[in-house]
Nanobody
Framework: QVQLVESGGGLVQPGGSLRVSCTAS????????MGWYRQAPGKQRELVAL???????NYAESVKGRFTISRDNAKNTVFLQMNSLKPEDTAVYRC?????????WGQGTQVTVSS
């Protein structure tokens, strides 16, 4: 069984910053790719950012220039740094990873952007 656990969510003011973390129960070298999805009430799930085992990254157009995905291999952790946050960024953020065609999911962490 592969476990993914998110942390770091919370309440932040518009224009502020927040970093969420995803820690895996095994080496992140095992994953073909890892990423972050988000889902807000009344909206479809959206892929926010992705990082491959080779280190390449991709972002949703709505977060380009504001969000950065990165990793710490020694800690089996993937991060999502969120800057210049907007109220529309409010959502549950979930970590996902793919190994041999199988997808694994964390339980999610709430990010709320509000004054």
């Amino acid at each position: 069984q592969v476990q993914l656990v998110e942390s770091g969510g919370g309440l932040v003011q518009p224009g502020g910053s927040l970093r969420v973390s995803c820690t895996a129960s095994r080496s992140i070298f095992s994953f073909y790719a890892m990423g972050w999805y988000r889902q807000a009430p009344g909206k479809q799930r959206e892929l926010v950012a992705l990082i491959t085992s080779g280190g390449s990254t991709n972002y949703a157009e709505s977060v380009k220039g504001r969000f950065t995905i990165s990793r710490d291999n020694a800690k089996n952790t993937v991060f999502l740094q969120m800057n210049s946050l907007k109220p529309e960024d409010t959502a549950v953020y979930r970590c996902t990873g793919t190994i041999d065609g199988n997808d694994y999911w964390g339980q999610g962490t709430q990010v709320t952007v509000s004054s």
